[in-house]
């Protein structure tokens, strides 16, 4: 059974940083594609950082620069880390792996940048 736990969100001012942390069981993160998702109060969940098996990476325009993806296959942790952050920032953020076609998710972790 797949199981994801999102942790390292919370208010932080506007160009601080947050890490944020997906801790997994029953899926390996270097065998297959992850992801970070977001999702604003009533907007649509959006892809921010994607990582590939072989470490390639892609960002949302939005965030390059600013945020990187990385995995961690001793601890099995996937990480997003993210520098300069913006009020537009603010969002639940969710880790996601697709593996064997299904998509699996955690439950979140909330981001708000505020003054």
């Known amino acids: 059974q797949v199981q994801l736990v999102e942790s390292g969100g919370g208010l932080v001012q506007p160009g601080g940083s947050l890490r944020l942390s997906c801790a997994a069981s029953?899926?390996?993160?270097?065998?297959?594609?992850t992801s970070w998702y977001r999702q604003a109060p009533g907007e649509q969940r959006e892809l921010v950082a994607a990582?590939?098996?072989?470490?390639?990476?892609n960002y949302a325009d939005s965030v390059k620069g600013r945020f990187t993806i990385s995995t961690d296959n001793v601890k099995n942790t996937a990480h997003l880390q993210m520098n300069s952050l913006k009020p537009e920032d603010t969002a639940v953020y969710y880790c996601?792996?697709?593996?064997?076609?299904?998509?699996?998710w955690g439950r979140g972790t909330q981001v708000t940048v505020s003054s």
């Open positions: 996601n792996v697709v593996r064997s076609g299904v998509n699996y």
């Open positions: 029953g899926v390996i993160f270097t065998f297959g594609p």
């Open positions: 990582i590939t098996a072989g470490a390639a990476t």
